[in-house]
């Protein structure tokens, strides 16, 4: 509940704050209150001092925001009891809550959120005779359907790795390294370059070994029935073909 007067608003300052309050349309002022004795007496606000009873006293103002007025009742002229605080923000009037207010709202909301952790984690909890009790998250049922939806992939497959080594095999032959490492941990040995010549000799002989056994099987596959001898001379090139007969010539 707040109450305001645009009109009052542009003006508010401390010297007529209290005029400003004491309006008649304002819910939160007491008419029986000394503050309307004087000003209907048109006396000063020091006499309040000097009466017992109900009256409103400005206690801190921060012109032009905030103004704090008390309510109170007066037994002598030093001697207060506190009723209500109000406030005035930017022109428009709150009644402050008292301490019993704000602990009970407090213990309210505190028992309130309590409560609703205890319920959230009793649906947690699950019971079988066979196993007892556990507990069940729906963080751990999103994990599972996570593994489920989304199964391992092969890093590569047999073809990619057979052709990865065919290459590097062929890669080593045609670039041999300048260095090489007889135990894990020793020191590299460099590679002279004889030893690399006669590497290479000895690869070239073994390819030509190879292509001349692939022709004499291929002689040999295709004259069925041959003879070893003669289709290993045919593929050496020792045999000449028959010469041609010679016509006489008739005169």
């Known amino acids: 509940m707040n109450w305001s007067d645009s009109a009052w608003i542009p003006h508010l300052n401390q010297g007529n704050v209290m005029d400003y309050f004491s309006e008649r349309s304002n819910p939160f002022y007491d008419r029986s209150c000394n503050n309307e004795v004087i000003k209907m007496q048109r006396r000063s606000p020091e006499h309040l001092k000097s009466m017992t009873g109900l009256e409103y006293e400005l206690i801190h103002a921060q012109q032009p925001i905030l103004f704090v007025i008390r309510k109170q009742r007066r037994h002598s002229p030093e001697q207060v009891t506190p009723l209500t605080y109000y406030y005035i923000i930017a022109g428009v ?11 009970n709202s407090r213990l309210l909301t505190s028992v309130y959120n309590i409560q609703s952790a205890f319920e959230e984690v009793q649906s947690y909890s699950r019971y079988h005779p066979s196993k007892g009790y556990w507990w069940e998250f729906k963080d751990q049922e999103k994990e599972k359907d996570n593994k489920v939806a989304k199964p391992k992939e092969e890093v590569s497959s047999l073809f990619q790795r057979q052709r990865v080594d065919v290459l590097l095999a062929e890669l080593t032959r045609k670039f041999p390294p300048k260095v090489y490492q007889p135990k894990p941990g020793d020191k590299p040995i460099p590679v002279t370059r004889n030893d690399a010549s006669s590497t290479s000799k000895e690869e070239s002989k073994e390819e030509a070994n190879q292509s001349q056994n692939n022709a004499n099987s291929s002689v040999t ?10 289709s290993s ?7 000449k073909p028959p010469q041609a007969k010679k016509r006489k010539l008739v005169k």
């Not at 009037?93 to 602990?103: C, E, K, M, N, R």
């Not at 596959?221 to 003669?230: D, I, R």
């Not at 001379?233 to 045999?239: C, F, I, L, R, S």
Request: hydrophobic content about 50%; proline content about 11%; aromatic content about 8%.
């Open 221 to 230: 596959g295709m004259v069925p029935g041959s003879n070893p001898f003669l």
């Open 93 to 103: 009037i709150y009644q402050a809550p008292d301490l019993a207010s704000i602990i």
């Open 233 to 239: 001379n045919m593929a050496q090139g020792m045999m």
